[in-house]
């Protein structure tokens, strides 16, 4: 056989369908698994899927020697000590010049240690966030590729026709930028993705709890959402799923789902970042909380029995005015969310120099990708009139839309805590406009306390300098 275009590593279905994507676009691609049951498979799946250009191999050696040179291999495969096992047992049979793109959900200092020692090795190495699931992967996803720029000029014409295709801005991939911006970028992205994603649980727990909603109008609420500013992925799968009935038993599939999200670290790790980076992003640290709250089902079971009560206003809810409120709340909040991942990104572009394209990264997220919105076509113009806007919400569009929409959120707000009814990322995100647009916060309380107990003194807004005062002996000579 004549030497394929590409290679790709670890068969799992994100694996394979990245691979069928690959070849179905015309590019004839090698594939490799450890499990060589997976080749197999996969190979199958070629053959019934049009008779694809994939080619399987069972060995190291034979994969990447059937791979045209310079050689690049996409791995695949869980991240942490499973990537550097592939690592090791591909750079054993690459030359000098060939290249290794790591398509998982790594950190991205990984990825920089290892384009380093890949570097010394003669290697290229890009570190590429793919987001989409199983379906993007197949079909087209929103790739993030990140680390060597000669790297990905070896895969551009790839990455152009397999990424998720927008008619209006084009395929759903960019150079993000050096080492680990791209993995760094991606995990940013499952950030907001969290934060999406509580947020349309709050606006679903409000709807049904307060407002008594039943899923069949849950379902028509949310496709009518979907066709206007708050068209999205997940808005739309929403509505999917209130529509779906128990196979295994009378009722909707969604309320014998149990109420504990997992996680696989990311959002975690993005919150992590924004206290690193001193950014407040509170709507997604919202998310996270509200994800291991939900892991303490047997406690939360018991405390329920504890804390037994009506906790319901008792005030006529118009169901009409609450929807149109509860749309509103949600646009608004999802707004902040946006900001806050958007400002993490920038911060850490500052001090790694990476001169990230903030515009450019809503563009890319605009298909494929799970938190694909319309509304980050707005993100993207947004940026396109001020490449150094501080934060989204001071762009003029996003300040009138959410200057519109307060009351409304407000409402909201209100109406769920009267109810008993848990809304921390819609608080959160109201609670972060309403600190971000105040001239003067009680901030000056705190640090008069720090010089109190720690002499960290403290700025006057009167006059320059730094000041101390001995609070504790002025307070007391006066007894």
Not at 323 to 331: G, H, M, P, S, T
Not at 372 to 390: C, M, Q, T, V
Request: aromatic share 8%.
């Amino acid at each position: 056989m004549a030497l394929t275009r590409i290679g790709l590593a670890g068969l799992a279905v994100m694996g394979q369908n990245l691979a069928l994507n690959i070849a179905e676009k015309g590019f004839p691609i090698s594939v490799y698994n450890r499990t060589t049951s997976k080749v197999d498979e996969t190979v199958q799946r070629a053959k019934l899927e049009g008779n694809l250009p994939l080619y399987g191999f069972h060995d190291p050696a034979s994969f990447v020697n059937s791979i045209q040179k310079p050689r690049v291999v996409i791995m695949l495969v869980k991240a942490g000590a499973p990537v550097d096992q592939t690592i090791a047992t591909l750079a054993a049979h690459l030359e000098q010049g060939d290249c290794i793109v790591d398509g998982g959900n790594e950190w991205y200092e990984n990825t920089e240690r290892r384009e380093k020692a890949m570097e010394e090795r003669g290697l290229l190495y890009l570190g590429m966030g793919v987001s989409g699931g199983e379906e993007g992967a197949r079909h087209g996803p929103s790739m993030m590729p990140g680390g060597s720029l000669e790297a990905y000029q070896y895969i551009e014409d790839i990455l152009l026709k397999v990424s998720a295709q927008v008619p209006d801005s084009g395929p759903c991939v960019t150079y993000i930028g050096k080492g680990g911006s791209g993995n760094f970028v991606k995990m940013v992205h499952n950030g907001i993705e969290y934060g999406d994603m509580q947020l349309i649980a709050e606006a679903y727990d409000v709807l049904k709890s307060v407002g008594k909603l039943t899923n069949g109008e849950l379902q028509q609420v949310f496709a009518e959402w979907n066709k206007g500013e708050l068209l999205s992925f997940l808005v739309e799968i929403t509505a999917d799923i209130f529509s779906i009935k128990d196979d295994q038993g009378e009722g909707y599939l969604v309320d014998k789902v149990l109420d504990k999200t997992g996680m696989k670290g990311t959002g975690k790790w993005t919150v992590q970042q924004a206290a690193e980076l001193s950014v407040a992003a509170p709507t997604i640290e919202a998310s996270l909380d509200s994800r291991f709250l939900s892991g303490l089902k047997d406690e939360r079971v018991a405390a329920s029995k504890i804390f037994q009560g009506d906790y319901s206003s008792g005030e006529t809810v118009n169901k009409a005015q609450l929807i149109e409120d509860v749309r509103k709340a949600l646009y608004a909040s999802k707004i902040c969310s946006y900001a806050q991942g958007m400002n993490i990104i920038k911060a850490k572009s500052t001090e790694k120099g990476w001169g990230l394209n903030l515009g450019e990264l809503a563009r890319i997220w605009k298909g494929g990708c799970i938190i694909r919105a319309s509304f980050l076509d707005r993100i993207k113009k947004a940026y396109d009139r001020n490449g150094e806007l501080a934060n989204l919400l001071i762009d003029p569009e996003f300040a009138q839309e959410i200057m519109d929409r307060q009351a409304a959120w407000r409402r909201v707000v209100c109406l769920a805590i009267n109810n008993g009814v848990s809304t921390p990322g819609m608080s959160a995100s109201l609670a972060y406009f309403d600190s971000y647009r105040r001239d003067r916060l009680p901030a000056n309380l705190v640090q008069a306390q720090r010089d109190y107990f720690g002499a960290h003194t403290y700025e006057r807004v009167d006059m320059p300098g730094s000041f101390h005062t001995e609070w504790y002996k002025i307070a007391n000579s006066k007894i």
